[in-house]
Each structure stands twice: as structure tokens, then as C-alpha cells.
Nanobody, 119 residues
Framework: QVQLVESGGGLVQPGGSLRLSCAASRSIFSFSTMGWYRQTPGKQREPVATITNGGSTNYADSVKGRFTISRDNAKNTVYLQMNSLKPEDTAVYYC?????????????WGQGTQITVSS
């Protein structure tokens, strides 16, 4: 059984910063592309940032230049540093671990953490 544990959510003012952390089991983390997704009511869950085992990153256009994803393989942990936060960033953020398989992919998800950007 795989468990992804998220931490770091909360309330922050516009322009502020926050860092999310997600710890995964070693067996899954070692073979996974890790990522952060977010979802607001009535909208589909969307990718925010991903990072491969080799360190290659990808960001949604809306967060480029403001968010940074990183991973610490020794700690089996992925991070999302969020700077210059905007009200539009308000959402539930989910940690994701993706393992490539024949014919598709397998995804594991964290519990989700609420990020609220408001004055």
C-alpha cells in the first residue's frame, strides 16, 4: 500500500509565499515522475508542475516564473515552492506519483491540501 503525505497548506496574502511538501514510500518514489495538481470547485484537476526522476520539470503557463518544483531522492520527498501568490492560485493541491506501465500509467495521490490566497 502506497501513501503520499502532504503538508504545508494554509492561508496566505496575495504576493506571499508558501511551500508544500509530499513524502512518498521509497519503492514508488524511485520509479515515479512526481507532480503537483490543483482543483477548484466545478473544474477539472489540472497539472501545476511535474518533475521526472532525471530532474526534468514542466510547469503550467499560469505558474511559470513563480512556482518551483524540486525533489529530494534521499528523503523520498517532492516540494513545491510557491512565490508571488495570487488569488487565482486558490485551490486544493494534490501530490501525485506516476509510474509508467505497459499501455498506460498508474497514479497515486495525496490527500489534498487547501491553499487560500486572500487579503
Amino acid at each position: 500500500q502506497v501513501q503520499l503525505v502532504e503538508s504545508g497548506g494554509g492561508l496566505v496574502q496575495p504576493g506571499g509565499s508558501l511551500r508544500l511538501s509530499c513524502a512518498a514510500s521509497r519503492s514508488i518514489f524511485s520509479f515515479s515522475t512526481m507532480g503537483w495538481y490543483r482543483q477548484t470547485p466545478g473544474k477539472q484537476r489540472e497539472p501545476v508542475a511535474t518533475i521526472t526522476n532525471g530532474g526534468s520539470t514542466n510547469y503550467a503557463d499560469s505558474v511559470k516564473g513563480r512556482f518551483t518544483i524540486s525533489r529530494d531522492n534521499a528523503k523520498n520527498t517532492v516540494y513545491l515552492q510557491m512565490n508571488s501568490l495570487k488569488p487565482e492560485d486558490t485551490a486544493v493541491y494534490y501530490c501525485n506519483a506516476m509510474i509508467r506501465q505497459i499501455g498506460g500509467r498508474m497514479d497515486y495521490w495525496g490527500q489534498g491540501t487547501q491553499i487560500t490566497v486572500s487579503s
